[in-house]
């Protein structure tokens, strides 16, 4: 069974510009989860989706929005780039979103750099 | 949202057994406790998931006494491999899963 998989595994994008990162969860998995990981901040919770609706959203400014289609998988956007935005973004998945199955499967992440 | 509370750093000399105690006052009745491992530039990795008592896997146990307002993982005989970030996080069902600041396991040879 493939496990999560994110794209890009790397990349580099100027200040103001805008980025789009892309999640394939788990075959049959529903629910979609993003997380931005800083040094300083730790692992922060953006937001998570299921069956194509978000569910749940974290403390994060507008510029950061996500979508899932119908497959499940999932995109995140970011616009109008801070160097602030610079992290790793780590997409988890879940079969569904009840608590008796919160083991989440998490992918390789993405390292963004803001230049 | 039950919040957690782990020591923000471990040693352990390789080979001896490990416990983590996560602390989470306010649980409510339909948390589970969950805890993850991190590497490094990788994503957390689910270790073990537990409601009450006690629960083993392959790679850990999980103790939670009756009132569960705290938990504590144990790991036996730790080797360097294990040097990682260990999360415990604390979710009910439909809500969103949020990680705290981690215990820094640090394995010494």
């Known amino acids: 069974k493939a496990g999560v998989t994110q794209t890009p595994r790397y990349l580099i994008k100027t200040r103001g510009q805008q980025v789009t990162l892309s999640c394939s969860p788990i075959s049959g998995h529903r629910s979609v989860s993003w997380y931005q990981q800083t040094p300083g901040q730790g692992l922060q919770f953006l937001f998570e989706y299921f069956s194509e609706t978000q569910r749940n959203k974290g403390n994060f400014p507008g510029r950061f929005s996500g979508r899932q289609f119908s497959n499940s998988r999932s995109e995140m956007n970011v616009s109008t780039l801070e160097l602030g935005d610079s992290a790793l973004y780590l997409c988890?998945?879940?079969?569904?979103?009840?608590?008796?199955?919160?083991?989440?499967?998490f992918g390789q992440g993405t390292r963004l750099t803001v230049v | 949202l039950a919040k957690t509370t782990q020591p923000i750093s471990m040693d352990s000399y390789e080979g001896q057994e490990v416990n983590i105690t996560c602390s989470h006052n306010?649980?409510?009745?339909?948390?589970?406790i969950t805890w993850y491992q991190q590497f490094p530039s990788q994503g957390p990795r689910f270790i073990i998931q537990?409601?009450?008592t006690k629960v083993t896997n392959e790679v850990a146990s999980l103790f939670i006494p009756a009132d569960r307002k705290s938990s504590t993982l144990s790991l036996p005989r730790v080797s360097l491999s294990d040097t990682a970030v260990y999360y415990c996080l604390v979710a009910r069902s439909y809500q969103k899963v949020t990680f705290g600041t981690g215990t820094k396991l640090q394995v010494i040879p």
């Open positions: 988890a998945s879940r079969p569904s979103a009840r608590t008796e199955n919160t083991e989440a499967f």
């Open positions: 306010n649980i409510a009745t339909n948390d589970y």
């Open positions: 537990g409601y009450k």
